[in-house]
């Protein structure tokens, strides 16, 4: 028991997300839920400093600004950040907003049960840029991510390999440097995948109307008079 405690979940850990000094059934416990993959995010709360602004009330420009200010990004922030990476732009008016997109999409997973005004983790956010980046990794990350099974760990390792995260812990609370830094380089591979929306090409015949919705039809152009060619 003292091997898995120390060199897979160190005592300080185990403490986190137990919430007091772990007894070996405790830590044998803890131990089994972390290999399957299950959702703990440790002691995750709101940050304790304040931030240089109001994220709120920032532009969408201005707000990527921000996050290289901030020490720590909540997931309200996160949430706004991978929208920014897909949509190109964030229109939702809320958090409710955001994390009901993020789900239907498939960005992020309902059972994460992520609340606003805590701070993220990197395991959560490497698994939202995996996903809008369409990384899919190796065996494991695909077999065992689908399931749910340390979806957020393997998505972690894959960015970690790729060199667009440095290396970490799931668990760690994520930076707003950090964020910044990942999203211009997950930016970079939208950009060689094609993966965001070109201009869309208009179909439609409205320009080629007049007011009472008779098609504009231009008169016939005449063929050029030309001479007489030789027989």
Known sequence: MVFL???FVPAARLRCIIGHQPTPLRILACFLALSLGIGILGCTGPRTSAPPANAAELSDEGFHAYLTEVDVVT?????????????GEDTSANFEERRQ?????????????????????????AFMVCRICQIHGGINMRLFGSWGLSDRRYAMRELIYREMLIDTVDYDFMSGAALAALMRKADEIMEKKGLYESP???LS????????GNL???PPVKPPNRPNQPQ
């Open 216 to 218: 504009i039809v231009p």
């Open 5 to 7: 405690t120390n060199n």
């Open 200 to 202: 869309g090409v208009e």
């Open 101 to 125: 997109k993020l789900e239907d999409r498939g960005i992020t997973r309902a059972a994460w049960k992520l609340q606003p005004e805590n701070v993220i983790d990197v395991g959560s956010v």
């Open 205 to 212: 015949d409205e320009r080629d109307r007049d007011e009472q």
């Open 75 to 87: 997931v309200d922030e996160a949430y706004r950040a991978m929208l920014i990476l897909a949509d």
